[in-house]
């Protein structure tokens, strides 16, 4: 998923906010992540990678995404992504609905 950012005058900024599943396969693509990948390895060596799950800037790291799947293999980057999708979409529908969330939302800028 992703948003367009505040418009300003700076032409330095990116033109797109990525967040959730859009963001997690930007990182994976950085990170040069491998496939066939079993969820341990990937825990191991990418666990700390944390990754915004909305547009305020909430995160979920790599390792608490795959502890909210019960997949322990992914053939490739889709088959991740898509068992993914879930718990990011879950993460973020929590997000939405905590008190801070909705103050952030009555604040234009």
Known sequence: MGVQPPANDVEEEPDVIEFGIAALDARLEELEVSFPADADRLREEYGSVTVPVDAAG????????????????????QDLLNALHPVFEERREKASRSVLARLRALVPF
């Open 58 to 77: 909430t995160e979920i790291t790599l390792a608490d995404a795959l502890d909210g799947t019960d997949r322990r293999r992914f053939d490739s980057e």
